[in-house]
């Protein structure tokens, strides 16, 4: 096996080492993040690290980067207290990329991106039209995390909408059939496919296929 050591890790070309870090834990999830300035500006970006943190209350984190340069999506959010979260699906991965580019805060990604925003049930934030499962989040809390200056940022989940062939009736979502993407690093887009469900595991209790 090749092997590194932290030493050699710090010591790597910095585009090398941020593909290798970024990729060497698997998967992550792929969402775009749409919000508004309080300019009336709306902002749509990709991000991969949004994460679930409780369903009771529903709750999610999203990891923001060092603020020692603009970070739209992040300000909106603290300006505005809400935005919304939506999936990727195969169809628009081009699109979901270009969203990453660095437009000035007078620009819409929207426009740039050839996506389009759609608003629901009177919530302030956009939508990603296209997406199949979308989020309406309210921020709650943040907590920097100071070994590297990122900041964590918790909102809760007051919206979900969502196709309903993808729903199960035990409320497990079919992410294969609504063509949810996956991200690897920082610019690879892969499409899961699902091997199997299990039960709930139990001390000396079979592990048996719940797949249906």
């Given amino acids: 096996m090749t092997y590194y050591n932290q030493q050699e890790l710090i010591k790597l070309d910095k585009l090398f080492r941020g593909n290798l870090i970024n990729s060497c834990t698997g998967?992550?999830?792929?969402?775009?993040?749409?919000?508004?300035?309080?300019?009336?500006?709306?902002?749509v970006a990709v991000f991969n690290s949004v994460s679930h943190i409780g369903s009771n209350p529903p709750i999610l984190s999203i990891l923001f980067r060092p603020t020692t340069v603009s970070r739209n999506t992040y300000t909106n959010i603290k300006d505005t207290g809400i935005f919304s979260i939506n999936s990727i699906s195969e169809d628009f991965i081009k699109q979901a990329h270009h969203t990453a580019a660095k437009y000035d805060d007078t620009i819409s990604e929207f426009d740039k991106s050839n996506l389009t925003q759609e608003y629901r049930d009177g919530f302030e934030a956009p939508f990603v039209q296209n997406s199949i499962i979308q989020l309406g989040c309210r921020y709650l809390n943040e907590y920097v995390i100071k070994e590297n200056d990122t900041i964590l940022v918790l909102g809760s989940i007051e919206h979900l909408y969502l196709k309903e062939n993808i729903i199960l009736e035990d409320g497990w979502l079919d992410l294969e059939k609504a063509n949810s993407i996956a991200i690897t690093g920082l610019d690879a887009y892969s499409k899961p496919k699902l091997i199997d469900r299990?039960?709930?595991a139990r001390p000396e209790q079979e592990v048996k296929s719940i797949k249906k």
């Fill in 27 to 43: 998967y992550k999830s792929a969402n775009l993040i749409a919000t508004k300035s309080v300019a009336g500006i709306e902002n």
């Fill in 198 to 200: 299990f039960n709930y």
